[in-house]
């Protein structure tokens, strides 16, 4: 049997079900940031209420014995209106008091106000904001009229600790922020998020036309997080934690528990229903010869269906070769287990590749700098 269409082959890298998902609310976002990968975000489209239904059933069909994220993505999710956006929160309440769902969504901060917390507090929400630190650093964080729109993010924030919503961050790490580590991370240490993660710029979906991060730069901006993160004073590092847990699960015995793990699908649900696996970036991007990556309609179909049969799914069973490839050829693969479906695809216009940027800036790069300041040879 063609080992890239083994059923058995593919529950060794993914799990046959799915703790996390990803679903777009609405299309439209308020901003144009300059390095965004999302295609088509100026249209106004809004998920349709059958598809949130269908999301919850599925959730329920697949009978797991594990909670699951649904993470509302973008667009800006907060785009949509609360009381249509409340609408569709309904149809996963029952299963968010059964302690079967939680909900996290990922927001620009510029819509943030009262009303919004509110939901935030009544469903229980995890809040990511996306910021890039200071404001000299959101130059690339821009509204349609092409207005920064940093004093929008940080009011959205105030409103947040006012009503004592907790939230994290998430910063993208551009050529022009890259060499200014500590300016970000002081930002970070008074902002008052839980930890942030540091995404380091990549060529993805739309965003091929800027210039990439120097990777000696890199190399230098995570060191000085892992000096920050030994002084154990400031704000937590979601890269630097990761792999802290690696290497406390590898200390104690039990590093197994780690690698036996597999990656989670994390299906992507469109405002209409259509499912990509692996990484939500994929969802929007052109590729006719892998069907735009869409695995089926959640109208037409259940996900547990559709997880059945992804094995067969072309892009899917050759990120399934590469990640076996990544394991055979790669030293980091205990601790990484592998790049992200998106970054292969958009580096190297396939899946069945190995190293990308994305693994030597974000995965290799924090585990060189840690092991150099902790002389771990």
């Known amino acids: ?14 799990s046959p079900s799915f703790a996390q998902i990803f679903l777009q609310p609405t299309t439209y976002c308020p901003a144009n940031c300059t390095y965004c990968y999302l295609p088509g975000r100026d249209a106004r489209n809004s998920m349709k209420l059958e598809v949130a239904d269908a999301v919850a059933a599925s959730i329920l069909d697949q009978n797991a014995d ?13 785009a949509l209106p609360v009381p249509e956006f ?10 968010r008091r059964a302690g079967r769902v939680r909900h996290t969504v990922q927001t620009n901060g510029m819509l943030i106000n009262e009303a919004w917390c509110d939901v935030f507090l009544e469903y ?26 940093f004093d929008h993010i940080l009011r959205g924030i105030e409103t947040l600790k006012k009503r004592e919503v ?4 998430i910063c993208v790490v551009t050529p022009e922020t890259v060499g200014r580590p500590n300016q970000l991370l002081d930002f970070f240490d008074s902002l008052g998020a839980s930890h942030v993660g540091f995404n380091v710029e990549e060529i993805e979906g739309q965003n091929i036309a800027r ?3 120097d990777e000696s730069a890199v190399a230098g901006f995570w060191d000085a997080v892992v000096r920050h993160q030994r002084r154990g004073t400031g704000v937590r590092v979601r890269e630097i934690q990761r792999l802290v847990d690696y290497l406390t699960l590898a200390r104690n015995g039990k590093k197994q528990l780690w690698l036996d793990t597999p990656n989670d699908p994390g299906p992507a649900v469109s405002w209409d229903g259509r499912v990509v696996l692996m990484s939500p970036e994929l969802m929007g991007t052109r590729a006719p010869h892998y069907d735009d ?14 997880l059945a049969r992804a094995h067969e799914v072309k892009y899917v069973s050759e990120f399934m070769h590469g990640l076996a490839e990544c394991e055979t050829t790669c030293s980091f693969w205990d601790m990484c287990r592998g790049a992200q479906a998106s970054n292969r695809y958009a580096e190297r216009s396939h899946f069945a590749v190995t190293e990308t940027a994305h693994c030597r800036n974000t995965r290799q790069a924090p585990i060189h700098s840690m092991a150099a300041a902790f002389d771990i040879r």
Do not use: Q
């Open 166 to 169: 907790k939230f994290s961050a």
């Open 211 to 213: 210039p990439d991060v």
């Open 124 to 149: 229980g929400f995890n809040v990511g904001i996306s910021i890039d630190g200071p404001r000299e650093a959101n130059l690339n964080r821009v509204n349609w009229a092409g207005r920064p729109f």
């Open 293 to 306: 990556f869409i695995v089926g309609n959640i109208l037409d179909e259940s996900l547990p269906s559709m």
């Open 86 to 95: 409340i609408r569709r929160l309904e149809s996963f309440e029952a299963l």
């Open 66 to 78: 594990h909670s699951v994220n649904v993470v509302w993505h973008g667009g800006e999710p907060l």
């Open 1 to 14: 049997m063609d080992i890239s269409t083994d059923r058995g082959f593919y529950e060794r890298y993914v």
